[in-house]
């Protein structure tokens, strides 16, 4: 016999591994220097400090949070952070005891989360490129600044498995059989 059907007891618990591998990712690009470098790797950039080579290996580092932007960034990453690490322990609430109502709050708040990041994500290289890059240099954003877009992604999808699992109440809480789409005669 082929079993083909999904069954969401099992299953229920990728949503908050997700949320996990998001919180990493965003821990990551907070505590990360690569956000933004330069082709010579003269100058490279995190969220918090801008550094330029004084020669060899010595770098002179500048904050970024003298900047208004770069507080804003920050404290939209935070922000974000904050909201992520809540639907994380939240999620475990939700799928460990049958709290269907609580799934849309975590996917509301996950939505939030998004804005929130998405802004900071666009702010940033918008307000670096203006404000501190120089113009001789080519500019690329790097890797730690990808773990932010890694994460903002992996909570978008997140959000919307949340808004839409309430709609499968009854297979969640194991009330419904297996569904079969082959069965053999």
């Not at 229920?12 to 010579?40: H, R, Y």
């Not at 974000?80 to 975590?106: D, M």
């Not at 080519?138 to 498995?161: H, R, V």
């Amino acid at each position: 016999m082929f079993k083909c059907g999904i069954a969401y007891p099992r299953c229920k618990w990728i949503l908050p591994l997700l949320l996990l591998c998001a919180l990493i990712f965003d821990i990551i690009a907070l505590a990360g220097n690569g956000w933004v470098e330069t082709d010579s790797g003269r100058i490279y950039a995190s969220l918090w400090q801008n550094c330029v080579s004084a020669g060899g290996n010595n770098y002179s580092c500048k904050s970024l949070m003298d900047f208004a932007w770069g507080k804003a960034t920050a404290a939209l990453l935070i922000i974000g952070f904050i909201i992520l690490i809540i639907c994380f322990l939240l999620s475990f609430v939700a799928l460990c005891s049958p709290r269907i109502s609580l799934l849309r709050v975590i996917g509301g708040l996950l939505i939030l989360a998004v804005i929130l990041q998405v802004i900071a994500l666009v702010i940033y290289p918008s307000m670096y490129t203006n404000d501190v890059a120089l113009g001789s240099e080519n500019y690329l954003y790097s890797w730690t600044y990808g773990f932010g877009w890694g994460s903002t992604i992996i909570m978008f999808g997140c959000a919307i498995f949340f808004c839409c699992l309430p709609n499968y109440e009854d297979e969640l809480l194991g009330n419904v059989k297996t569904k079969y789409f082959y069965t053999s005669s």
